[in-house]
């Protein structure tokens, strides 16, 4: 299925959820925020399935002053 990561599609597996598709783009589990269709998804949440022809939005916080 396709769905569109940060603006470029991207084929994943039927059923990916949040924490597997940052697992197969070799991110981190921690520092990122990830939306799904516009909503935050909590960190508890990432085990849900990503929807066919979502677009995911994956931004990293980044400390500084």
């Known amino acids: ?14 059923g990916v959820t949040v924490a597997g598709l940052l697992r197969s783009l070799d991110l981190p589990d ?6 799904v269709d516009g909503a935050v998804v909590p960190k ?15 931004v990293t916080a980044v400390q500084g002053g």
């Open 1 to 14: 299925m396709t769905i569109t990561v940060n603006g470029e599609p991207t084929e994943v597996s039927a």
């Open 30 to 35: 921690r520092g990122l925020a990830v939306a």
């Open 44 to 58: 508890g949440s990432w085990a849900q399935s990503i929807p066919d022809g979502s677009s995911v939005e994956i």
